[in-house]
Structure formats: structure tokens, C-alpha cells
């Protein structure tokens, strides 16, 4: 066994020699970046080993550290085994909360028809003359004798009833009693909707009877620690049963923390909230469940179950009332799951008229396509690009992500999140810089960005010394090393460019090839609607100028904000709501891209900058 | 902490200085004898100190051990805290199984209409062109889009399908898929019926398919530790939820071993088991429930719940398919159980034309009476007699006890189970020898022995010797030491006799108040029916002449065997006899006999021995 101790967290874990350091941070309870899951190619897990041996530098810490981060006991932790007693200091994540308009849908007021009913009562005692049993006398008085009890309520019952003078208050979902309570709380039921993100999870606590959001919180998806992407994930899962136990287990405990995180901010008790609805792509819900994924990953995509899947709370080990239910909605097809399901909901793509496409953007791209009483779904691969992640300098949009650029009279006007120096570039920022040199003529149609020395011509004079040369090309510099927190530049690369387009590509691409499904041409469509936090920051101009969105006069693309996060806390709070979300799977035509003879050729045609 | 060895068991254990030595032994997987839950009453869970002190004795202790024995090391166990270590010499018990007709019902042909069922399947592989998730293809295939599957069966279901060439069989409970097993296994289908006793716990395993019992077993109910009657355990359990639980893991830990013995009485595999139903009385079905039974104890008697209780056989720790279904029937007042349902059920009382009344003889006496379209029944606390506890030398019904008694010829016919040497006197002994003394003129009416010395004339030459002087009156010898197992006479005391009378008083008074009720003579009756083991022992002529039962011809005396446990049989079998069990506590009257002002009156009247 080796002892480590992790500063400036001071945690202490003792773990078997040999043990992967990444691995020992997450068991000792510490959350370190990286997307590649232990690959060791983002070069994101470093630390520094302050007291210890280092070992040798493997490949991929020679790539990603100096000579000079290497002396001063840099590592990157997916690289490390633990050999001996470790003293090492983590790097504090500056990582700011996510702002709260990333948690904010566009529904603003919810239909309020809650699926679970409080009734509270007081019951006559008993007597020789009236022996009735406490249960049928409780189900008497309610007049429902179809109802069912968990045993759970049943076994404390007796004592409950002649501790409160035989005042209590029954919850009941369905035909069943899930809760009985003390006394009168009829005017405490709650509810959570949880958006179960392959990289963030967020969940909104909801007064059931007011209809009412009365707080969010958000996690980062821990998971994470086992893949940025769904597809290592499943790999991780299908290896067995622990490992899928581990996968869920991660998810399970980031839901808790948002549990708590909410219930500390409202005080309301846990056992007052008796409802979960969740929803999440379709590998999500099933690692959420603990049911085996692992043929979602190859063809042909099948997931276990389509359904929208019911348990109990304790089942999952969620920390609410042990009887409150837990449901996830259905999903629609292996890579189209419940959260584009709350998309239609929550756009009413499903009633409304018109021609209209709704597009969240993620790892994967999620596209719906309403129109003439049809809707049709498809996913794309776009990759994690508009995350930030496989960016060079990517980041997630916190603190001090470069997330505006743009190109006016002459020069680039560059802003931060919360307007902290510069870290790193988020999804919107690399969309917006993008266009920026697009604008500027410094990037041509094919993505690439001009050589200055040998098109000096189209290069102005100001912007020559940002232009430098990196790995695999030009880089641009959009801060310099001497504003930017880390004293480095903070660059645009061409890599980074290649990452967008091919991402930017797979989206157009889908949304091409539901249009063709459905013979319209792009131009007929009403409406595009951007659903996902990412709708809400990037500039319409700057997604139409790179050829991301179809070539639609700017008005006609809509933000929705987390409209998935909204389809849930709807169908949390609405009985009529929950059921018309069981029975979209049926309604919705789902295209497999990957069968698609014209995929490749839509695909490279959509890859050009500019429409 | 102080270390104790059991022998000849080679048990070792090491417990907590204080701990009391009959607890010790249970916690180490001991059966000690014992009917007054450790009140020292009894006398019978004496075990010899080997090695180590034994400390002062009490007065319990000088009460049931004589000198010699005190002074050999013996002790009784309940009155012993552990000080130090100690070698404690258990006697073995010499308790013989069961006889099998105690496990036998009087229904000798089972109808079978399980309320499970098993399809096996064979799904067509999905394709890119038919992406159907595996849940989906499995229910189309059914045409049962309104299953819900446990998750647990869910969550391995796409390897499952995948390893077994899509290959699988359901089981179907309701609108559930409780289980999904590889290949086709439709032919294993298999469930236990529980008679959840007092004192005996019976199942038996039947093939649903066939309608078949394939195995009996039965066990001691291990909660006797707690007390042998239901009153003791009710107040034990009432102390709190963690004494609730050892109760219910007592009789759980006992069905589990009849599960295993069952199963490997058959090689029937545990997942392959699917129903268990239950009876027993409304205190036993609480206990192995987990419900808190308090308030059936004092008046007014009110139980939690009368209606049949559903639960999956995981969430009791029962040992066979964990998605498998556990039914307790529905009990119809406190003291009134399913196991009374069960007499019911397999008398066909409610669908039968006559006069009737059936008896189930136990430490609860219960009793039901139909007649012109009614149903009504009542319990009578009898006390333990007819188990043969709290009878000088009473035993339970195992080899060695003296079961008949007959006065022929002049003289006492004496036999014991199996043949043995006689070791005490189990309740058929008890009533058949009460009722020789009563036709040889030892006793009279009032159910006093004759004193040979007052009375000379009224006792035979031979039997001066047998009548000694015990305490509390005479006892009469019917088995001398020098014939018996143990080297002591085996009597019947005065006290026995007056235990005796207590108990078929009790019984016979609560027949007379239900005939009362329904305004009918007991010569009326075109029935008696005596269920339980003991209505299969006790010789219906004794039972007459000792006044145990009312004054009719013994044709109309019929013993029906174990009918609660038929009923749980046919209950289990059969879903359509289920629901008329679960219909029919709303049809039975229920008479409570403590609130009767002319109960004490007949109960008084009816204890003289004789009609």
C-alpha cells in the first residue's frame, strides 16, 4: 500500500501499488479534468508531485509538459502509477458555477396537474365495536379501496396513527400509497427534474402544487472520469457488471449532491419530495438505471429498452422520500433520447403547425424536423468540439472563456466570461472567432487559415504577428500571453478549425438529410429553434456566417435555452404532460444516418465555411 | 467479552460479560427448549454447566432442579448471565421429525389455475433496418404492450438476448415480467405454500404445471425463543423496530431453511420457484410481514392490515427467484387469521349447504360456523395445553410422547409415538387420558382426582398405587419410572387436569356463544369438522367424553388435517380460489368474545368434564 496526500485539498488515501493516480484522486473524492479518459491524449489531468518519485516521463507527458513543468514535478495523472508515498498538489479548478441562464429554459410558467396527490385525515379511533384493521380503515375513510400500500408505510403504521392522535396524511401516486406521514403536511409535496447531460447534470426543484421552479443546481457529470464521450463509457460499462455499477454509481452520487444542494437551499426535507423525472440521451438513462448499454455502441444502435422506465427511489438509492418515484422518459431511438424528447415537448413541436427543425447541440447533435404532421429525429457525431473540449485551449463556458469575438471596423473585439482574463475558449467563443477571421479574410472557404508569408496580401499588417505557426499549421492569437491568466496566448488553431468544421458539418449535414427525408428545402422552414445552454450564447450571425445553421434570415433562428431540462420539470409537474411524453416514441420517425448512401457526400459538401 | 463452547454441538461463541446464556445460545445457532420466553416458569432449558461456574442458583432454578442436578452443574439457561468461560453441555434434543400426516391436508386433489405464468420466445435479431430495442421487440412479441418488467430483469436482458440466439422465457405475474431466463424453461414452474404456526412452520413445494405437492417440510418456529404463545412475541416485538425485526428474521430464517430443504428434497432450483402464499394467524402474518403487531394485544385488538399482502420475496430475504411474489391471505380480525381463511377455503364452508362448524385447535382456539348463508367466527384463547406446554410432562406431538390412553377391560391401555419409551404426554395423550380417568371414575364432574385415601371405595385396588400426592393435588402415574425413557413417572397431575379444562372450556364455550349468535341448537349441526394436526389425533370419543366437544354422534366428528395449510395449497395453485380467499374476509361475521356479557357464565358451564 502507498499513502497519498493530495494538497491543497488535504485528503489522505492509502491505495494498492500500481494504482492508476487519476484513479486514486477519484477514490479519495477529487474531481481532476480530462475528456480522454485515461488515454492520455488531452493532457488535462496534470499535478504536481510535490514530495515523491515522478518516474519517468511517458509519451504523452512529454507532449503535453515543458522540460521546465517536467523538472518541477509535473505529471499527468492518467499516466502515474502509484509506486510509494505521494505528497501531490492538485491544481484548484477555477471552474466558476455555471451561470444560471444555463440553466434556464424558455418555458416560464409550467402546467400544474402533479401525477401525486397529498390527503391528509383524521381517522375515528377504534373500539370493540369497530375492529376494523388501520388500513382498511384509512382506505375507508379515503373511500379507495383499490389502493395498495407500500409495506414499508404499512410497518410503522399502528404507532403513527395513535402517536397522532390518528391524524395523518397519505401521499399517493397512482393506485398506491407511497407515504404516510405524521400530522397534516398536505401542503408539502415536491418534486426534482433532473437533464442527466453526458457532461453536466443539472436538476430544479419544483413545488408540485404551486407548479413552481423554486431552485436549480448543476454538477459536472462525474462520470467523466471514465470518458468525456458517451461511446468510452459504454466500453467502460460493457466490460461488466461492476463496471456499470461504477458508471451509475458516479451519476447516482452527482444526482444526490444536487439533491442536497437544493433541499439546503429551500430546506425543504428530503422525504417531502416524491417525485424524480429525469431525462438524458439514451446511454445516459440506461448507465442512470444500471442497465446494460453496450449494444448501443456498435450497428445497429439497439438500446435495451425505448420506454419510459418507473422506479422507486430506494431502488436507485436517490435520497428522497424512499418511496418516491423515479421515472425516466422514453427514449426514441440508441443516440435520440429523452432529452430531444423534452425538446418537442417543451417546444410543442408535436402540436404546433408550421415547418420548423429544432437543433440541440452537443457531443452529439440532436435534430428534429416538424412539418406537414410528421416529425422525424436524427443524431449526428458532431464530437465535443462546441464544449470545448478536443480544442486546444477548450474549456467549458465558466469564468474567463473566451466566448465573444467578433470583427469590427477593422479589428477583433474579444470578451470573457464574466470578463476574467482569458483561460481558454468555450464552444460559443470558438463558434464567434470562427466568423471573426472569416470576416476578417484570414480563413478561407475550406477552413484554412491564410499563410501570411505566403499570401501576405491578404493578411492586414496588424494581425501578421498574431498569425504564428503551430502544430499541424497557422495558429491565431486571440489573446496574448501578457493579458491571458496563464501567461500563455490563447490560440485558435488550425486544428481547432478542422474540430469545428467537422462538427459544424455533422449538424448541417443532418438537418440536410431530414430535409431531403421530407422533400423541403431549407428555405421553407419557419423556424429553427437552438435548444441546449449553447443556443443561448452563440451568435446567430456567427453560426449562419460559418455555415453551422442553413442560410435563413437571422430571426428565423430561435434560442429555446434548455428546452430538455424544461420538457422534464413539464412532465414533472404535469400528469397530462408525463403522458403525452410516454407516447412520443410512436409518433416520431427516427432516420439512421448511418445507412445513409448520402451521408458522406452531404456531409463533406456542408463542411465549407460560409453557406 | 467471555468465550463459551456448547457440546456436543462443538459451537463456540464469544459474548458480551452479562449476556443471558439462552440468548447466547440462539445467537450461536442453538435450539434450546422453552415455552415462557425466558421467564424461568417452564423449566425446560436446562443445560449442564461442564466447565466454568455456575453461579448461585435462583429460585426458578431450585424450583426445577433438584439438588442432585444443581449440584452436576445444571441450570436453566434462561436464568444464567454469562460472568465468564464457560463449557456448557447442551442435551441433544431428541425430537423426532414431524410425523408426515401432521403435514398432510384433507384435499387430496389440487385445482390448477396459476396465477403465474411462463412463455418462452424467440425474437427475430434487430437490424438497422429494424431498430426495435430489445424491451419492445420482446413485448410485441408477447403482444403485451401493457407489461412492465422489473428493472432488474431489464438490466442484463440485452446480453442475455444476445448470448442465448435471442432465446429467452418470461415469467408473468399479473402485468409484470418478473423474471427472464435464458432458453426455454417453460416447464419450471414451481411455488411454496407456508402454514406459518405458532409453534410449527410447514411448506410445502408445488408444481404449478401439474398442480402437484412434489415435497413437504416443516421447522420449529425458532421465535419461541421469545415466548411460546403469541402474546410474549407481540409484546417483545413492541419494544421497538429492532425487536420487530428479530422476530421477523426469525421466521424468515426458518422458511428459508424449509425453502432448502424443499429444493433439495426435489433439485428444484431456487430462481425457478417464482409464488410463495402464506397463512397463519393475524400475530404471525404481522411478524413475518414486519408490521408492527402492538395493538393487537390489548382490547380493542385492531391489526394493522386485513387484506392480503403482496410483496416481492427479494424485499423479505426469502430465498428463491428474487423477483418472485410473496402473498400473505387476508386475516379477518385480530386473532382470527388466514389460517382460519385456509379452514375455510378447504371445507368449502362458504359454498356448502348445511350446518356446520369447523375447530382449529391451538394455543388460539379458532372457530367458524355456517349455517342458513352465514359465516361467523370467533377465536378463544385455549392456551397452550393441546401443544403440550405448560403440562407437567407435556411434550409436542414427537417420538416417545403418550398419545392414547384407553380404558378397556378394566385397566389403562397405554401407547407413545412410534413406540418409544414413553418421555412425557403430548394433547392427544392429555385429552385421551383425562377422558380414561373419567370412564375408569378417577375423576369426577368437577374434574378433581379422587383422593384414594378420603374416597377408598371409589378407586380400584390397582390404581391405589398410581394416585400419589403431588403439588396441588394428586397425580395419577401412567407411565412408571421404570418403564420410561427418562427414568421418571410420567403423571397427570391435578394441574394438568385443571390446564385441560381451561382449554377445552374456552374452546367449547366459543362454539356454544357462535350457536347462540346464529340462534341454533348444537344438535342442529350436520358437522364438526376438527382441523389441524391434532383434529387427525385425538380420538373423537375422548373428545366427547371429557366434553371438548358438544354431544353428537361420532360420525358427525371429522377430522379434516392441516386445512389451513390445504387452504395456503390451493391458494397457491389456483388464482381464481386466491381471490376468493381475498374476497372473503368481507363475508365472514366476526365475533369478539371478550365483550360478550354471558361469556363467562358458558365458560364456566363448560368446564365439566363430560356433556
Redesign the interface.
Known amino acids: 500500500m502507498s499513502k497519498l496526500k493530495f494538497i491543497p485539498q488535504n485528503k489522505e488515501i492509502a491505495v494498492e501499488s500500481g494504482t492508476n493516480l487519476l484513479k486514486a484522486a477519484d477514490q479519495a473524492g477529487l474531481y481532476i479534468e480530462g475528456d480522454c479518459a485515461g488515454k492520455g491524449t488531452c493532457g488535462k489531468c496534470r499535478v504536481k508531485i510535490v514530495e515523491g518519485e515522478t518516474g519517468k516521463p511517458t509519451r504523452a507527458e512529454q507532449k503535453h509538459l515543458s522540460e521546465e513543468e517536467l523538472s518541477e514535478g509535473w505529471v499527468l495523472s492518467c499516466q502515474k502509477k502509484v509506486k510509494n508515498d505521494l505528497i501531490v498538489e492538485v491544481p484548484v479548478q477555477k471552474e466558476a458555477p455555471l451561470r444560471k441562464t444555463t440553466l434556464a429554459g424558455g418555458v416560464e410558467k409550467l402546467e400544474g396537474d402533479p401525477a401525486v396527490e397529498k390527503i391528509a385525515v383524521k381517522l375515528d379511533r ?11 380503515r384509512l382506505l375507508k375513510h379515503l373511500d379507495r379501496d383499490d389502493l ?2 407500500e ?1 414499508r408505510e ?6 403513527m396513527l ?1 402517536n397522532n392522535n390518528f391524524s395523518v396524511t397519505v401521499t399517493i401516486a397512482g393506485n398506491r400509497i407511497i407515504s404516510i406521514e405524521p400530522g397534516d403536511t398536505g401542503d408539502q409535496l415536491f418534486g426534482i427534474a433532473f437533464d442527466i447531460g453526458t457532461t453536466t447534470i443539472m436538476g430544479s426543484l419544483l413545488d408540485l402544487q404551486k407548479a413552481e421552479i423554486i431552485a436549480v443546481a448543476a454538477e459536472t457529470n462525474p462520470q467523466n472520469i471514465y470518458g468525456a464521450d458517451v461511446i468510452s463509457r459504454i466500453n467502460h460499462a460493457s466490460e461488466g457488471k461492476e463496471e ?1 455499477k461504477q458508471l451509475q454509481d458516479k451519476v447516482i452520487e452527482a444526482a444526490n449532491k444536487i439533491i442536497k444542494d437544493l433541499l439546503r437551499q429551500t430546506k425543504v426535507a428530503k422525504d417531502r419530495v416524491f417525485e424524480i423525472v429525469a431525462v438524458g440521451n439514451t446511454p445516459m438513462s440506461h448507465l442512470f ?7 448501443l455502441a456498435p ?9 419510459a ?3 422507486e427511489a430506494s ?1 436507485l438509492g436517490l435520497e428522497i422520500n424512499p418511496g418516491g418515484r423515479v421515472f425516466f422518459l422514453p ?1 426514441i ?2 443516440y435520440v433520447g429523452s432529452d430531444t424528447l423534452g425538446v418537442i415537448l417543451a417546444t410543442d413541436m408535436d402540436k404546433r403547425n408550421g415547418k420548423r427543425a429544432a437543433i440541440d447541440i452537443g457531443t452529439n447533435g440532436e435534430l428534429v424536423l416538424a412539418a406537414n404532421g410528421r416529425l422525424m429525429a436524427c443524431s449526428t457525431a458532431a464530437g465535443p468540439a462546441f464544449e470545448g473540449a478536443q480544442i486546444k485551449q477548450g474549456m467549458r463556458a465558466s469564468a474567463g472563456a473566451v466566448e465573444a469575438v467578433q470583427y469590427i471596423d477593422g479589428d477583433f473585439k474579444i470578451s470573457t466570461i464574466d470578463d476574467a482574463p482569458a483561460r481558454g475558449i468555450c464552444g460559443s467563443g470558438l463558434i464567434d472567432a470562427a466568423a471573426a477571421l472569416v470576416d476578417a479574410g484570414l480563413i478561407n472557404a475550406t477552413g484554412k487559415l491564410i499563410n501570411p508569408e505566403e499570401n501576405p496580401e491578404q493578411v492586414d499588417e496588424k494581425f501578421r504577428q498574431r498569425l504564428k505557426r503551430g502544430e499541424g499549421g497557422f495558429e491565431f492569437i486571440l489573446v496574448p500571453g501578457s493579458d491571458s491568466d496563464t501567461g500563455n496566448d490563447i490560440v485558435l488553431s488550425q486544428g481547432d478549425l478542422r474540430e469545428l468544421q467537422l462538427a459544424k458539418g455533422a449538424i448541417y449535414a443532418g438537418l440536410k438529410i431530414l430535409l431531403k427525408e421530407m422533400e423541403l428545402d431549407e428555405k421553407e422552414l419557419d423556424e429553427v429553434l437552438l435548444a441546449g445552454a449553447f443556443g443561448n450564447y452563440v451568435r446567430k450571425e456567427s453560426a449562419l456566417t460559418i455555415g453551422l445553421l442553413p442560410g435563413l434570415p437571422p430571426e428565423k433562428i430561435i434560442a429555446v435555452g434548455n428546452a430538455a431540462g424544461d420538457g422534464s420539470r413539464m412532465a414533472l409537474a404535469s400528469q397530462s404532460i408525463r403522458e403525452r411524453a410516454f407516447a412520443l416514441p410512436g409518433k416520431v420517425e ?1 432516420l ?1 444516418l ?2 445513409r448512401q448520402d451521408f458522406q457526400e452531404i456531409f463533406v459538401d456542408a463542411l465549407k465555411f460560409g453557406q
Not at 127 to 136: F, G, I, M, N
Not at 299 to 307: C, D, G
Open positions: 377504534p373500539a370493540v365495536k369497530d375492529q376494523t384493521a388501520d388500513l382498511e395498495t400500500v409495506l404499512l410497518a410503522g403504521l399502528p404507532g395513535r456499470l438505471m444500471g442497465v446494460d448499454p453496450t449494444y450497428a445497429p444502435f439497439i438500446p435495451a429498452y425505448s420506454r422506465l418507473e422506479v431502488a427514449n431511438a440508441g427516427h439512421e448511418s445507412t
